[in-house]
């Protein structure tokens, strides 16, 4: 039950933005994942609803996000998505959230359906960016139906030669001096025909050692 329910996409999935792309990305200083978004699908009184959770999970010192993309359904408009209240951990103002098909371009690479613009305010010591330990997650609903969390799992429209990507971020302050920046992007995790073996084998290898 434990694996079925980490390779469930339609329910749950965890995307580790833990590698950077693009010329002259300086990579965030700590341990990855420096970023974190989770989708998980929603039941009882809010089914057919996901929960969107951005999480600062591994930046460090004065590093902080001013961008972060994502995607939905090809098939679906992502105009009609609506944004809940958001519930947040740290001092950061909200962002502003934008939404049209394969759009917005993501630096060096990937034209992606949602943006969210972080605050880049160094007033009040930059009480107000998305930096180090930062939460913020959104109940979000569809006009035309009900959505998962597998609605979410889809790559950007290729605008490059580096992604795609589910999703990416662009990370500011990098670097030793704070004066560099970073492309950052989730990590591919097998599909379901590899997960298949993955999961085959460890159970062949099981069911040797038993016998």
Known sequence: MLISSTIDRA?????????????????????????????????????GKVQLEFYASGLTG?????????????????????????????SFSLPTI????????????????????????????????????????YKVSYSGGPITAGSFDFFSKPEGIYGPYHTAAHVLATGPDASGSAWVNSVPEPGPPLQALILGTVLLTFYRRRC
């Open 98 to 137: 934008s939404l049209a098909t394969d759009f917005y371009k993501a630096g060096p690479d990937g034209k992606f359906d949602i943006k969210l613009i972080f605050s880049t305010s160094n007033a009040g010591g930059g009480i107000n960016r998305f930096t180090v330990g930062d939460k913020l997650s």
């Open 62 to 90: 004065k590093e902080y996000v001013d961008e972060w993309y994502l995607n939905i359904d090809p098939a679906l408009d992502p105009k009609n998505l609506s944004f809940g209240s958001a519930v947040k951990t740290g």
């Open 11 to 47: 329910s749950a999935a965890t995307y580790q933005l833990s590698e950077t792309y693009g010329i002259g990305s300086v990579a965030p200083a700590g341990k990855t994942p420096w970023l974190t978004l989770t989708t998980t699908s929603l039941s009882g009184a809010d089914a």
